[in-house]
């Protein structure tokens, strides 16, 4: 039975992605840059021993998605996938994550590197990456296999808003 989930940013995004297009589709994008995180005053207590975690999990809401597909043609390769074996934007509940490199923190700022998230995007939730909890010796990508070399290079465009 569904449920009607609401949820409270805890924070937004500054970054110098003002449009999708262009982007990069990845924080290990070569075409990722620096940002801040500001976490709004009343979870800035949050923040608390956080500085000595060099990556963070950014857990966000896809503000600018205007529709759910439960289809969409990603942006590596040109065939129709299942939103759900792909990262695209467009989903059913359009929930962004993003794993970061924590530069410093300074009051209730977050001041980080490998940002591939839009300015003014709301910031859900913050988590801290720790490679025990979040790494897999065995792995595979199944249809994303074939793009390896070029998940670095791949840009957005503004297939995924209107």
């Not at 039975?1 to 409270?8: A, D, H």
């Not at 805890?10 to 003002?18: A, D, E, P, Q, Y």
């Not at 990456?129 to 670095?152: A, C, K, M, N, S």
């Given at each position: 039975?569904?449920?009607?989930?609401?949820?409270?940013p805890?924070?937004?995004?500054?970054?110098?992605?003002?449009k999708?297009?262009?982007?990069?589709?990845?924080?290990?994008?070569?075409?990722?840059?620096?940002?801040?995180?500001?976490?709004f005053?009343?979870?800035?207590?949050g923040?608390k021993d956080?500085?000595?975690?060099?990556?963070?999990?950014?857990?966000?809401?896809?503000?600018?998605?205007?529709?759910?597909?439960?289809?969409?043609?990603?942006?590596l390769?040109d065939?129709?996938?299942?939103?759900?074996?792909?990262?695209?934007?467009?989903?059913?509940?359009?929930?962004g994550?993003?794993?970061?490199?924590l530069?410093?923190?300074?009051?209730?700022?977050?001041?980080?590197?490998?940002?591939?998230?839009?300015?003014?995007?709301?910031?859900?939730?913050?988590?801290p990456?720790?490679?025990?909890?979040?790494?897999?010796?065995?792995?595979?990508?199944?249809?994303?296999?074939?793009?390896?070399?070029?998940?670095?290079l791949?840009?957005?465009?503004?297939?995924?808003?209107?």
């Open positions: 039975m569904p449920v009607n989930i609401c949820y409270e805890i924070g937004i995004v500054h970054s110098t992605f003002f999708p297009d262009g982007m990069p589709i990845q924080p290990v994008s070569r075409h990722a840059r620096t940002g801040i995180v500001e976490v005053s009343p979870f800035a207590d923040l956080l500085e000595g975690f060099s990556h963070i999990i950014l857990l966000y809401h896809l503000h600018k998605v205007e529709e759910q597909k439960l289809e969409v043609q990603p942006f390769g065939k129709t996938r299942g939103v759900f074996a792909t990262r695209a934007p467009s989903r059913p509940n359009p929930i994550l993003s794993i970061v490199r530069e410093r923190i300074y009051e209730n700022r977050l001041f980080i590197r490998n940002m591939d998230i839009l300015d003014e995007t709301p910031v859900l939730d913050i988590k990456f720790i490679p025990e909890f979040d790494h897999y010796e065995e792995v595979t990508i199944g249809w994303l296999e074939q793009y390896r070399d070029e998940i670095r791949q840009r957005s465009d503004e297939r995924f808003t209107k």
